[in-house]
């Protein structure tokens, strides 16, 4: 009950297309889902997150989009460019304990 | 600028010593946490502390611990290296945001090749 499953492993997109990456998850207690980005060789960081009071959430070509009922988060990346290429962790958790549960990331690869 | 830094950023040991690796953040936040990463696992938790003289076990503590003598630090021990501790180590950081999760500032990672 404590996973966050995330797909796909890995994704190739043309540039200027939409990346689109999901997770699902089973704890109903969770209710914060952050998106993080990772280059190679370094920490991840925070890209965006989102609380389930809201649906979406949008910040610059990013996008989270939240489906409470289904238990399923999605982050979406409009016009995606070379740069974006990177590891993209989604996460999940409850504010009693301020831990994440981590999905298992996805390899982005933007191709000129 | 506040940071948070690892070391050794690479560290190649035999099976059966001790290692320790080092986390230091100016962030000056309460919570501090080590996660490990490998392929096909995402971050696993290892151990986290949540303030001075505080210290928990994650979901994949065996074979490792930490002490938190100060807010900047939490230092991270393999007690007797073993090759499935092979892993990148990343330490994270966040602030006590009122009861809230709170964005993680991650260091730059610590990859640790036990032989």
């Known amino acids: 009950q404590q996973q966050v499953k995330q797909s796909p492993q890995s994704l190739i997109v043309q540039k200027g297309g939409i990346s689109i990456i999901n997770c699902a998850y089973e704890n109903t207690a969770f209710d914060y889902f952050p998106w993080y980005q990772q280059f190679p060789g370094k920490g991840p960081a925070l890209l965006i997150a989102?609380?389930?009071d809201v649906s979406e959430k949008k910040e610059g070509r990013f996008t989270i989009s939240f489906n409470k009922s289904a238990k399923q988060f999605s982050l979406h990346i409009m016009d995606s460019q070379p740069g974006d290429s990177a590891t993209y962790f989604c996460?999940?958790?409850?504010?009693?304990?301020?831990?994440?549960?981590w999905g298992a990331g996805t390899k982005l690869i933007i191709k000129p | 600028d506040a940071e948070i830094t690892q070391s050794p950023r690479h560290k190649i040991t035999e099976t059966g010593r001790q290692v320790t690796l080092a986390c230091h953040q100016t962030w000056n936040h309460n919570n501090m946490f080590w996660y490990r990463q490998d392929l096909g696992h995402g971050l696993r938790l290892i151990h986290y502390s949540y303030g001075v003289q505080d210290t928990n076990k994650g979901e994949v503590s065996d074979g490792y611990s930490v002490s938190r003598s100060n807010t900047e630090d939490l230092p991270l021990t393999l007690e007797s290296a073993a090759s499935s501790q092979t892993s990148v180590y990343f330490c994270?950081?966040?602030?006590?945001?009122?009861?809230?999760?709170?964005?993680?500032?991650f260091g730059e990672g610590s990859r640790l090749t036990v032989l």
């Open positions: 996460a999940a958790a409850d504010d009693s304990n301020y831990q994440l549960i």
């Open positions: 994270a950081s966040s602030e006590d945001a009122g009861g809230r999760t709170g964005e993680l500032f």
């Open positions: 989102i609380r389930p």
